[in-house]
């Protein structure tokens, strides 16, 4: 009898085991708890505030998981990055840059079309093109594969100072270059010697401006040049379109402004830093993005500056210049799933609004741009958004260096423009032959 006992209660408790076992296999399979880990997640610019509440919501959806921010400033980010995933103790989730996928794309991962436990995808590609604006798509998907999520979208904008206009009898701000032109006739004012004493406009040079270079990218895109080749294998700037050698017109057109010899001679190398001289009422407009907007506010409380939507070539076929962040996960991480469910919702409607209110930014969702398009400060941006583009660039932070010198070749006539647009060509085209 007790040997009966002893068998019946030895097949219940391995019964009950297997059934457990059994159990917890079918939780996991079925996705009804996620998988418990620590995400490190790496940014810039943004404090860990911006992300405290999206943070929150997504820990108690998701109990599993825990989200760690750590904030770097921009000089040192891309390199401890570059370091630490080059050392295998790199973060799960960054920052990318919209520019930085032709030469980091190798070290993030892909969004999976599946992940264990969902019975739909994250996103897929018509999701993608369905929510966000179309530059993102271009900067962030390759080969229909989507490696980063934008946070926001940021374009150039035209701030000026609405007392200067207003003492030149200009009622608003300009719409189209032809416009600007005008403005700057009217506002520049020279002293007997040709010393600038009120400059119109911030631009034409490449050191003291404040993004100097995605000016003039802008102003090229814009005039019609194809920065890179359909393939995206080399750099055609250079090069006529029908004809007509836009990427000389756009340089010389920008370079202009800082040409004595030339009617909208406004600007010069030796004026105050483009937002300084703004702020002191030195230059009455600037180009600048969203960010610039708050700086301003907290600086110079008073001054009487306004954002008006950057001008443009043609009226029916609006371009504006992107510069932005995205999310991505990496490729290194161990927890690669629980990362992209992370940047998913933190991308989503609801993620994307508690980022966006802490940070002030323009957004990069269809949805939420309604939202902000009447916004006094945002509106302006959110709107530029749809209208935004970009170019492959294989190196950022080397093609800023060779645009900057582009410009300075121009206006220290060691080159015609002519020549310094050919040998900025040539030197991007090096830096993309490496890569290969």
Sequence with gaps: MNTNKIYYILVGSIAVAVFLTVVLILRGIGGGTTQSATLQFWGVFDDRRAFDKVVSDFQIQNPGVKVLYQQFS?????????????????????????????????????????????????????????????????????????????????????????????????????????????????????????????????????????????????????????MTDSGNNSISFANQVNNTPVGELALKYYTDFANPAVRTYTWNDVQHYSVDAFTEGKTAMMFNYSHQVGELKNKASRLNFGVAHMPQVSSSDVKNYANYWGVGVTANSKFSNEAWKFVAYLASKEGAQSYLSATLRPSARRDLIELQRNDLDLGVFAVQALSARSWYQIDNTAIETIFADMIDDVNFRRTSVKESLENAESRVNVLMQRRR
Excluded: C
């Design 74 to 226: 921009y000089e040192e980010y891309e390199r401890n990055l570059i370091d630490s995933l080059a050392a295998s103790t790199g973060p799960d989730v960054v920052m990318i840059h919209n520019t930085w996928l032709p030469k980091h794309g190798d070290k993030l991962k892909a969004l999976p079309a599946t992940i264990p436990g969902l019975k739909q995808p994250l996103l897929t590609i018509q999701d993608y093109k369905l929510n966000f604006v179309d530059v993102a798509f271009g900067d962030f998907v390759f080969n229909n594969q989507i490696y980063a999520l934008p946070l926001y979208v940021d374009t150039l904008a035209l701030f000026y100072n609405k007392d200067i206009l207003n003492s030149a009898g200009i009622s608003r701000p300009s719409q189209n270059w032809e416009e600007f032109n005008s403005d700057v006739e009217t506002i520049t004012r020279l002293d007997g010697s040709g010393q600038i004493i009120q400059s119109a406009a911030a631009i034409g040079t490449a050191r003291n401006i404040n993004r100097s270079t995605d000016l003039l990218s802008a102003l090229m895109i814009q005039t019609g040049v194809k």
